[in-house]
């Protein structure tokens, strides 16, 4: 589920936007960004230091100090002053900064095998009959999710850091047998300036699943954002890797995809837009090679009553290189569209429900890939 996977680029952007806007010296709209970085991570000692730095420039001592001395509270060892160039005190930022977030609930899913909703199919000039457990069927489970974000700076002032995340995802489906296991792996850098930030990740995933699923992947991540002002940035994102699968090896083959994104945000920070689309290439062996293309659009609200609430669409197109079964002429092509809900209530600094929803439209000139799907869950989150 889209969902359900935490994107670790996410929070790089947002402490990326928070970082730049302190550097051009837009300290209001650093405090909003943080605040945001705080309430989501509120157990991180760097953040609550970098805050405090943030509302001791903006003359709000009284905040500087609760953020002093919760970062003084959660990171003991830290000392929590020095002296700027000015002779003025200021708290010390720790060159590390851990954060992440725990999650379990519930699961409901209209169609877990991503099939056609009836057996008897027409298939180009043939008649095909579909195994009883190739038809859409749903199901109830659970699920079970973590992700842990990284980062060590290689000096006090320095531009450079080391990153790294990791993440892993468990779904258990009640009565059926198509289990999902993911997880993740990430190690790289990254560079800070004023009107500009970049990163580079070799990271490796795996992912196993009950019914046809034992796939791993390695590979490396960029990211390249440029600051066009302190509430509109640019982002460059792309991947190359080598896909592993280790049931059908056919399936195996290097990929590349690369996307242009453009994220903007209200005057008061409280409405998050992200919009853009990338072109990707997957080349496989035979009918599994594949190219095309994705557009997606998302808009954050942070509500007034401690909560957000996001809705995104995505809409791709794939193009094979042959057709879905030797036995056809037409080359497969297949059309989905993706949209979904989503929406957090903190309950306190380090708790919150998560209620989402998502919809999945599958269109494809081969019947046996055309399927819906509906997914909610609800689950309780944990962040540290």
């Known amino acids: 589920m889209y969902l359900l996977r935490e994107d670790p680029v996410d929070v790089e952007v947002n402490l990326g936007l928070a970082r730049a806007a302190m550097a051009a010296g837009k300290y209001t709209q650093a405090a909003l960004a943080y605040e945001r970085l705080v309430q989501c991570f509120p157990k991180d000692a760097s953040l609550h230091m970098e805050l405090s730095q943030v509302y001791t420039t903006l003359g709000n001592t009284e905040a500087a100090l609760l953020h002093m001395q919760e970062a003084q509270r959660l990171a003991p060892k830290t000392s929590i002053v020095e002296t700027d160039d000015k002779g003025l005190t200021k708290p010390e930022r720790s060159p590390w900064s851990i954060h992440g977030r725990v999650g379990a609930g519930v699961i409901y899913d209209s169609n877990y095998v991503l099939g056609p909703p009836r057996s008897d199919i027409t298939v180009g000039d043939y008649e095909v009959r579909i195994r009883k457990e190739g038809v859409k069927d749903d199901a109830w489970g659970s699920y079970l999710r973590a992700n842990v974000n990284m980062s060590y700076r290689l000096e006090p002032r320095g531009p450079w850091w080391i990153i790294g995340d990791v993440g892993a995802y468990q779904k258990w489906y009640f009565g059926k047998a198509d289990d999902l296991t993911w997880g993740r792996a990430a190690v790289g850098v990254y560079y800070g300036h004023p009107k500009f930030w970049w990163s580079l990740r070799v990271k490796g995933e795996n992912t196993r699943q009950d019914m046809d699923d034992a796939v791993s992947t390695i590979g490396t991540e960029a990211t390249f954002t440029y600051l066009l002002s302190p509430r509109m940035h640019l982002m460059t994102r792309a991947e190359y890797g080598y896909l592993d699968d280790a049931l059908v090896s056919s399936r195996s083959g290097a990929y590349i995809w690369i996307g242009e994104y453009l994220k903007m945000l209200s005057a008061d920070q409280k409405i998050e837009f992200l919009l853009g689309g990338k072109v990707f290439h997957y080349d496989a062996k035979s009918q599994y090679e594949h190219r095309g293309w994705e557009i997606s659009g998302q808009v954050k609200y ?49 708790w919150s429900v998560d209620l989402q929803y998502q919809y999945m439209d599958n269109n494809s000139n081969t019947n046996w890939s055309d399927y819906r799907q509906h997914v909610v869950s609800m689950g309780l989150t944990w962040s540290f």
């Open 302 to 350: 942070d509500l007034p009553w401690e909560s957000d609430l996001s809705f995104y669409a995505i809409w791709r197109e794939k193009r094979y290189d042959g057709p879905a079964t030797s036995w056809l002429d037409m080359k497969r092509k297949d059309e989905r569209l993706l949209l979904g809900t989503a929406l957090t209530q903190y309950i306190d600094e380090a």
